[in-house]
């Protein structure tokens, strides 16, 4: 009796509602036998033994079922992850990218410990929603790959029965819950076109491409329970680090980014919070554990997670018992697995795509700011020409950084008057920094002037060296002009800097600000 209170108490069973327990059960059979294929079809994106994908599907789903926070939240690896994965799969195989795995385990546990997942916090939706459209337009193309022989397309008969399959298996996924409930799409259509491949004799002969590169895979599977398994690298620690450091970093910035969207989605939907202490812990075993047992490295999903959700998956037992169905699945059905057609985890893959293509992205872009649009734009370009997510993370900060600075930079004004005494006053508003140095220029009117000026900077900020160019370009274009020049409000770092400055800054040490320049000047 303790034991069960104290699973009750955990979330793991809900022993006031005895039905709960069976449901828990069903919903983990079901999701375990419909999660399978795609399992199979992100270890083909990463060019991985499927059971690669499918022990890190068992390892991260039991792990952060037991010891996550979420006991609803599916983690294993996702197409991000796989995706990452496939370069370094091509050029060192397998041992290196369990190495990597490793050594994302560590950054994943420095990040959290430095709380950088805060930072995630300031990505602009513009930069998630290119993520998205790049990482759906990336698994669209890893997909063009199963169309070819011997890197030709399929011959005529074959292409067209291999895009029959694909499109009956994604009609199948996304109408038959409109037409009914009782049957549960992300089990129809693996039985429905597995068995028409089977039954159908001209069918198999005509469409052996479907199945003949799962059945060249499995082939050579020894189907077991994953086993402890050291890395073995034939180069040195340096030398590996330096081949395994960039993708074990992008891997720990793509899990700590989309596991953290997962959550707070998950949050909005289920008006819950989550604890970070708790699902870290179980990201950390879990991924920690893949890199020693032969498996690919995991994080939250999205969609799958959203699902499960919808299905009513509350407690952990669901999660528990769908990873260790999926195991006994992979172990004893491998028969039944190997029959099902590569055309289905195709279609299967561009129902993944659909799902998560930030689709609204297309109608919005004429109507949001134009920098988001920009941002939005190039990220899914820039990522989609270079296959690179490294290169993708750096290029979404610069790009959303020059369009946040671009946008601030429009924003700078200046209230002006000439009062009584025939002196021209301009009120500056908002900071002056590199982006806006152009627009302050377009402020003033030099010639126009009288001839004595005054520029208050009581509502605006001098941030960085270019501003003090710009502020000592402007100071001797009115000397030029013969114009008495005064500067307000500046801070002590301004009146280090600005040439002049004892002629033309008025100082007032009650009301002068205090705040620092960004200049190497200062420095020396």
Not at 230 to 259: G, R
């Amino acid at each position: 009796m303790f034991l069960l209170k104290w699973l009750s108490d955990n979330d793991y069973i809900d022993l006031e509602k005895k039905w709960q327990i069976k449901a828990d059960l069903l919903s983990g059979i079901t999701v375990a036998l419909a999660l399978i294929p795609e399992a199979i079809a992100f270890s083909f994106v990463a060019k991985v033994d499927p059971m690669v994908g499918l022990w890190a599907a068992f390892i991260m789903w039991l792990m952060t079922a037991i010891f996550g926070w979420r006991p609803w939240m599916i983690s294993w690896a996702t197409g991000a992850m796989a995706v990452v994965m496939t370069p370094l799969v091509i050029q060192y195989w397998i041992e290196y990218l369990l190495v990597a795995v490793i050594l994302a385990w560590v950054l994943q546990i420095l990040f959290w410990l430095l709380k950088l997942w805060k930072i995630v916090r300031l990505i602009p939706h513009s930069v998630m929603l290119g993520f998205v459209n790049w990482l759906a337009i990336i698994i669209f193309l890893a997909q063009l790959d199963q169309f070819k022989i011997n890197w030709e397309w399929l011959p005529t008969t074959q292409m067209i029965i291999m895009l029959i399959l694909v499109l009956l298996t994604m009609w199948i996924i996304y109408y038959l819950p409109k037409l009914t409930k009782a049957i549960p799409s992300w089990l129809a259509w693996i039985v429905i076109v597995t068995l028409m491949v089977i039954f159908i004799p001209s069918l198999w002969d005509t469409s052996t491409v479907a199945t003949y590169l799962a059945q060249n895979w499995f082939n050579e599977l020894k189907w077991a329970f994953p086993s402890f398994h050291i890395p073995i690298i034939e180069k040195d620690f340096l030398e590996t680090l330096k081949i395994i450091f960039p993708y074990s970093l992008v891997l720990a910035i793509v899990w700590l980014t989309e596991s953290l969207m997962t959550l707070t989605l998950i949050d909005e939907i289920t008006n819950t919070r989550w604890k970070a202490n708790r699902e870290a812990i179980g990201q950390w075993l879990a991924n920690v554990t893949c890199g020693f047992f032969w498996a690919m490295w995991g994080c939250a999903m999205i969609w799958q997670s959203m699902i499960n959700i919808s299905n009513g998956w509350r407690k952990r037992l669901s999660g528990i018992s769908a990873s260790i169905f999926l195991i006994l699945f992979v172990v004893f059905g491998t028969s039944l697995i190997m029959k099902i057609p590569l055309a289905a985890l195709v279609g299967l893959m561009f129902m993944v795509v659909i799902w998560t293509f930030a689709w609204p992205t297309l109608k919005m872009l004429n109507k949001i700011p134009k920098t988001d649009a920009f941002v939005i734009l190039s990220v899914t370009f820039i990522t989609a020409i270079s296959h690179n997510l490294a290169l993708a993370v750096v290029a979404w900060v610069i790009i959303a950084a020059l369009a946040f600075a671009w946008q601030k930079s429009q924003e700078i004004t200046a209230k002006k008057y000439v009062d009584d005494k025939n002196i021209t006053h301009y009120e500056l508003d908002w900071p002056l920094f590199f982006a806006s140095v152009t627009k302050f220029k377009e402020i003033f009117n030099v010639e126009n002037d009288t001839k004595e000026v005054i520029i208050d900077f009581v509502n605006s900020k001098v941030m960085d060296h270019s501003a003090i160019e710009a502020i000592n370009n402007l100071t001797e274009k009115y000397k030029k002009a013969w114009k008495k020049l005064h500067l307000k409000h500046l801070s002590q770092d301004c009146r280090k800097l600005i040439k002049n400055a004892d002629k033309i800054i008025e100082v007032n040490v009650m009301e002068d600000p205090k705040y620092f320049v960004a200049d190497d000047k200062l420095a020396s």
